[in-house]
T-cell receptor, first 115, second 113 residues
């Protein structure tokens, strides 16, 4: 069965510093992987997705993620944090097959950006 | 963004009362989902639908039922609300084609007293 693990439920960075949010996956089939962002009191918004076309995926707001099969990882990065990046981030893997079309979510990482 | 609305956005109810949450989409997406979000648990799937009148259980379906009588609406019912069902509920949709990403509604905050 597919699953994802997000290391670090809380991450704090200074404005302008590198953002690195970790996600490791487990999948018995080639995975489709996603990162979502949730701003306070809002729903989840798709940041980026890996669909096997390219291992380095660029998303919105300057975020990118690299798929590393050997490490079963899909870490999210941004070179320079901005105050507006403060939010909760969720990694997800697709549990496709048959009619399910489900996503399995990690438990989330809350990113704080310090001025 | 997919046009997804949820109603109500906030609700306070008493233990033992029935509650129905509504999700409405304008994108003609085939798949619809109900999740609950609780601190430390991320999002957990309650029920999902893969077509009109086609639904199935997710990982935390006990105490919940769903119905989908038309493509655009997916209802979540708590037959007899309990305090453990206090949560934020999100509806999501997916087209069923392409790479399976889901689009989320704004959420409903439910408090059971």
């Amino acid at each position: 069965a597919q699953s994802v693990t997000q290391l670090g439920s809380h991450v704090s960075v200074s404005e302008g510093a590198l953002v690195l949010l970790r996600c490791n996956y487990s999948s018995s089939v080639p995975p489709y992987l996603f990162w979502y962002v949730q701003y306070p009191n809002q729903g989840l918004q798709l940041l980026l997705k890996y669909t096997s076309a390219a291992t380095l995926v660029k998303g919105i707001n300057g975020f990118e993620a690299e798929f590393k099969k050997s490490e079963t990882s899909f870490h999210l990065t941004k070179p320079s944090a901005h105050m507006s990046d403060a939010a909760e981030y969720f990694c997800a893997v697709s549990d496709y097959g048959g009619a399910t079309n489900k996503l399995i979510f990690g438990t989330g990482t809350l990113l704080a950006v310090q001025p | 963004d997919a046009g997804i609305t949820q109603s109500p956005r906030h609700k306070v109810t008493e233990t033992g009362t029935p509650v129905t949450l509504r999700c409405h989409q304008t994108e003609n997406h085939r798949y619809m989902y109900w999740y609950r979000q609780d601190p430390g648990h991320g999002l957990r799937l309650i029920h999902y639908s893969y077509g009109v009148k086609d639904t199935d259980k997710g990982e935390v379906s006990d105490g919940y039922s769903v119905s989908r009588s038309k493509t655009e609406d997916f209802l979540l019912t708590l037959e007899s609300a309990t305090s453990s069902q206090t949560s934020v509920y999100f509806c999501a949709t997916a087209s069923g084609t392409g790479h399976l990403e889901q689009y989320f509604g704004p959420g409903t905050r439910l408090t059971v007293t």
